[in-house]
């Protein structure tokens, strides 16, 4: 499954909980728990091959080296 899938079937879901009155059937549930872990996976990867943003880390160690010179 795509992560834009991923994403997009998480927040149907989520809009289904809220109209269900902020309750899951079993199923969705089940299927809620089953897109969490792929998309906890994929933030794992990320984050183990150093593809993620670090907020900002860039910009402050501009300023660092700015103010060192």
Known sequence: MRPAEVLKQMKELREAWRKQGFSYTREQKAEYEKLLQLRRE??????????????????????????ES
Do not use: D, H, P, W
Request: charged share 35%; net charge positive; no cysteine.
């Open 42 to 67: 994929r933030v794992q990867y990320f984050l183990k091959n150093g593809i993620v943003s670090k907020g900002g880390l860039r910009k402050k160690e501009e300023k660092q080296s700015a103010s």
